[in-house]
């Protein structure tokens, strides 16, 4: 049996220069699944992603999604791309193993947490504080060169990195510290800063922006006290959910985030294709 993808509609060119097209996944020519591939929004064309993939019930287990994402590669690379992206649910296992298989690298996970009526305490000594106009602005520049780096470090051009880093700083904060149904706090133990929050709102729920302990006090439990700063914001303001990004290779966070509860709804994974 031969597995093929078949157009169900003609290339989309949009006006940024982004690519896009579907295909039903066809077996012998009998319909058995779609696939939809695309170019990044943010990375531009030299990135592809597999937004859909999808197998009906009865063709499961059978090898189509693996044929078919191989194909949906060959077209990528024909489109010019030199990396392609896909997510795949946290809960979603056979889909996580047949990525892995076929050689993506988790580059980020999204993980949230379920909270309670109660806001946490925080440690005795430590308390938040809104953060200064001047400490944002010093935050604001090193965090946009921090955010640029983690994508670097993960397969990301340089220059496509701090592009994505300037534009997600700029659409998600444009009247930065003002910006509303954002909060900017930093963290003092026994009157020392020793870190920062930056803590915001995604679909209803709160969500972790950054967290970040400075260098001088890592290592002595900060991070875990700004996590209970953010979950403690959370509660006052009514959320019910709260989520945050972390980058794969960040062990001491991810740890940190699971042993607080956090749970994996979303892998980010990618791959080269050159």
Known sequence: MTTTLRPTEPLQHAADGSLSRRYQVCVNSRPVGAIHLATDLHFGPSV????????????RGRGRGTVAALA????????????????????????????TALGYVTRNRHMDKALGDTPPELPAGSVGRPMTQDE??????????????????????????????????DQLLPQGLATENMLFSVLEHEGTPVGDLWLGERRGSAFVYNVEVHAAHRGRG????????????AVAAGKHRIG???FAGNTPAERLYESLGYETTVYHLYKSLL
């Open 136 to 169: 944002h602005d010093a935050w604001d520049l090193q965090g946009r060169e921090n955010y640029a780096q983690d994508w670097i470090q993960r397969g990301v051009s340089e220059a496509e990195a701090y592009a994505k880093s300037n534009q997600d700083h």
């Open 222 to 233: 900060h991070g875990r006290t700004l996590m209970l700063l953010a979950e403690a914001h």
């Open 72 to 99: 949906a590669e060959e077209v990528a690379r024909g489109w010019g791309c030199e990396q392609i992206e896909t997510s795949v649910p946290g809960a979603a296992e056979a889909g996580l193993r047949l990525t």
């Open 244 to 246: 945050l990004n972390v």
């Open 48 to 59: 592809a992603q597999i937004r859909e993939l999808r197998i009906e019930e009865p063709d």
